[in-house]
């Protein structure tokens, strides 16, 4: 059946009606194992919160880094957390994919009216980030108390904003490679140890070597997805590009991950075929 032709606002809308559908039925799911539902949450959170424990030894031991004191390193290692937990709860399909595209399971997919790409995001959501997205919550609006900055409407806005760049340029690199599945039969393996670089950013990129610098901003731009947000926040005068190039970055990246995932789509061959 064809599927009815709609103008943009009528897609949005549409897609969105259907988000919230999946949601629905996974919120359903998880009522009815509450008990799996809570060890899961606490889980996710206990693993944040003993990360937290750790760095906020060590902060106390040396109070300051590269000119950012004790509770805005732990400012950072909240954004940083609340970006990658987010992440993981909404756009966890890149560590799918391979599973999927060996198992000849798009084939379901491709079927369907809707699009793949967004069948397979809305596939599932990984309730047990949202323990560790709430820790970064309360540690970014714990630290944001006790420093003594000026934030108006404008500022909280730019940080809802760098939180959703930074979900975006995850989703976007990590789907960028793993779009390489559709080529390479074994390409989940390559996705932990990139998810492990974005841990860099939990400290202030300069106390890396300039090799590493240049990687996390330039190869891997995870330090303008969570660490350059956070520096202009604090330090909005050091970095006045900023507000700019992370939204352009983040357009220019998705761009790329759906051109892939375009040219992936070309040339899959069902399992079955």
């Known amino acids: ?121 809305a596939l599932d959501v990984q309730v047990v980030a949202s323990g560790g997205a709430i820790v970064g919550l309360v540690v970014m609006i714990s630290s944001l108390n006790q420093m003594a900055l000026n934030v108006g409407a404008g500022m909280i806005f730019w940080l809802v904003v760098a939180v959703l760049c930074n979900m975006l340029i995850q989703f976007a690199i990590l789907m960028s490679l793993s779009t390489l599945s559709f080529k390479i039969p074994e390409v989940s393996s390559i996705l932990l140890p990139v998810c492990w670089i974005y841990e860099f950013n939990r400290y202030p990129i300069g106390i890396f070597p300039a090799v590493i610098r240049g990687f996390l901003t330039f190869v891997l731009p995870f330090a303008v997805s969570a660490y350059y947000p956070v520096a202009y926040f604090l330090r909005p005068d050091l970095y006045p590009w900023v507000p700019v190039a992370v939204p352009c970055l983040t357009a220019a990246l998705v761009g790329l991950s759906l051109a892939m995932w375009k040219w992936g789509m070309k040339h899959y061959s069902s399992s079955n075929a």
């Open 1 to 121: 059946m064809k599927a009815p032709e709609r103008n943009i606002f009528q897609t949005i809308a549409y897609y969105i009606g259907l988000y919230g559908v999946h949601l629905s039925n996974y919120g359903k799911r998880l009522v009815e194992y509450r008990a799996d539902t809570f060890v899961a949450m606490f889980g996710g959170m206990a693993m944040q919160a003993g990360f937290l424990i750790f760095i906020n030894t060590i902060y106390q031991r040396v109070p300051e880094l590269e000119g950012y004191n004790r509770t805005e390193l732990i400012f950072l290692f909240g954004f940083v957390t609340l970006g990658r937990e987010l992440s993981r709860v909404f756009l966890d399909s890149p560590f799918r994919l391979s599973f999927i595209v060996r198992r000849g399971l798009l084939d379901t997919f491709i079927i369907r009216p809707s699009s793949t790409l967004f069948q397979l995001i």
